[in-house]
């Protein structure tokens, strides 16, 4: 009996994409594809709008249906297929599709980059030991410095470099001023079965945080929900880090946290509220998920350090000028301290974004007892003088408590999302934590994390400060 496999393919670009055995076989851009029993891939022309083929760009498999006589079963792939480079020219036949699992974090991942670096590149395990060394000078003990240095060179490893190595030297700065105290432990003030009022005791943001969403996970175990929060606490980095802890216990995860005054509410030239961030993390099929991280400012204050760091211009939407004015000046919006909220200014509806800031201050300030909005210290890059006292909402929910299936519904939405009709056939759609994932798959494949020259100068300089083995490239 003749079996008939449907291979649809990505709208994505892709290059001689064939399965196990397939001779080489020109196919559409986008749509489907069919394969024969000797898995020769063949066109189908109702799905077919052009046969361009591109060269050496990404390819992804979306789903197989195998079709047995009257019986068609289908398997969606969109969960265990990752872009992947294709070789420019091929030309034999025969080529396995490569099927590795999309995977949230760097704990779940084949650390192929913890081997030495390229040249110019810094290895993850490089990164993460400089981090320790440094943080262990600074009077932090090994396993607090550990959970810190984790924290950050997951959020190098993730693409957000305003929020990894680039974060170091502020909290050195505030444990060397004892603003922050890095062998305080959390405890908790307050409990029912689904909720908890902690105490961060002033101890490093990742310490406290990591406490808070493990107590929520057990909470979401045992009654279905757990509701953590924090006061006292500090910056605690990528607030993704604590959403991808509760999704790799099965659970979803939300955290939110406020932070220094740097934005204006929408009408006002000075800054009232944080940058506020919210991450919402969602388990899906196979390492799938989905993974929202945003400030609730038009970016993270930490990019437009990048931007100056690298002595480059800010678009226009990021930052107020001290007139109240959008400027495109790095060095201007960094001294001004006045970041726009998320959607820009009142005509393109920034008063949203300035409602979600408001909204993660009423979770974290305003439920937690800590600080808040401009009670809270201005943010310094050379260490504080003052205690911070951060408020830091941590929630996990058990989906097993809802509908069934919930992890095979969340693929098969990010599969909906990402097949949309793309506006620019070289930019596929992406969901919420993507964008991570394909920088997590580059440092992998090219063997380790590309600090800016100037970062790499920064650590030099933090390494002969503290009396610490400097980084190696
Ligand atoms: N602790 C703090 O004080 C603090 C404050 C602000 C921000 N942060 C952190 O800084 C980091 C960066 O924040 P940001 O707002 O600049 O992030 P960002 O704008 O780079 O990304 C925000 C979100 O959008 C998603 N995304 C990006 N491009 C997309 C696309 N084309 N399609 C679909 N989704 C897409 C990302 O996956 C991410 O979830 C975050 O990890 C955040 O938690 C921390």
Excluded at 49 to 55: I, V
Excluded at 275 to 285: D, E, F, M
Aim: charged share 20%; net charge neutral; hydrophobic share 35%.
């Amino acid at each position: 009996m003749q079996t008939t496999r449907t291979v649809r393919l990505a709208r994505a670009c892709f290059q001689n994409l064939i399965t196990t055995g397939a001779p080489l076989t020109p196919l559409p851009s986008h749509g489907f594809a069919t394969c024969d029993a000797s898995s020769r891939i063949v066109q189908t022309p109702a799905h077919n709008t052009t046969t361009t083929m591109l060269t050496n760009v990404a390819v992804r498999l979306i789903s197989v249906s195998e079709v047995t006589g009257t019986s068609t079963s289908s398997t969606n792939c969109a969960d265990s297929c990752v872009w992947k480079q294709r070789r420019p020219h091929l030309t034999s036949g025969r080529q396995v599709l490569d099927s590795t699992p999309f995977i949230h974090t760097q704990q779940h991942r084949k650390m192929s980059s913890s081997v030495a670096a390229k040249q110019g590149l810094v290895a993850v395990e490089e990164a993460r030991r400089f981090m320790v060394d440094c943080l262990v000078k600074a009077k932090t003990p090994l396993a607090h410095a550990k959970q810190q240095a984790d924290l950050l060179v997951e959020a190098d490893y993730r693409g957000h470099f305003s929020h990894g190595m680039n974060r170091l030297e502020m909290y050195i700065n505030d444990l060397h001023k004892n603003s922050c105290n890095g062998e305080a432990i959390p405890a908790v003030l307050n409990e029912t079965p689904a909720t908890a009022w902690v105490d961060g005791n002033n101890g490093l943001g990742a310490v406290v945080g990591n406490y808070c969403m493990d107590l929520a996970i057990r909470k979401a175990k045992e009654v279905g929900v757990g509701w953590v929060c924090a006061k006292r606490s500090n910056h605690y980095g990528i607030a993704g880090w604590y959403t991808l802890r509760a999704m790799n216990a099965g659970c979803i995860g939300m955290s939110m946290t406020n932070t220094s005054p740097l934005a204006s509410p929408t009408r006002s030239k000075e800054a009232a509220l944080g940058t506020n961030p919210i991450s919402v993390g969602a388990p899906g099929k196979d390492g799938d998920g989905f993974v929202l991280d945003m400030a609730t400012t038009a970016v993270a204050v930490g990019k437009i350090e990048m931007q100056r760091r690298k002595n480059e211009p800010i678009p226009v939407g990021w930052a107020q000028g001290p007139d109240g004015h959008p400027t495109t000046d790095a060095n201007v919006a960094f001294e001004t301290a006045c970041l726009m909220p998320l959607g820009g200014t009142e005509l393109t509806s920034g008063y949203k974004g300035y409602g979600l800031g408001a909204m993660v201050e009423v979770f974290c300030g305003i439920l937690a007892g800590s600080n808040y909005a401009t009670k809270i210290r201005k943010w310094t890059h050379a260490g504080a003088d003052s205690e911070a006292d951060l408020g830091q909402c941590f929630v996990a929910i058990n989906p097993a408590c809802f509908a069934p299936g919930f992890e095979g519904r969340l693929s098969d939405l990010n599969s909906i999302l990402r097949n949309m009709p793309m506006t620019d056939p070289d930019h596929p759609v992406l969901v919420a934590g993507d964008p991570e994932r394909i920088h997590m798959a580059k440092v992998d494949k090219e063997g380790g994390l590309p600090y800016h020259v100037n970062q790499i100068k920064t650590c030099t300089e933090l390494s002969e400060r503290l009396g610490v083995k400097p980084i190696e490239q």
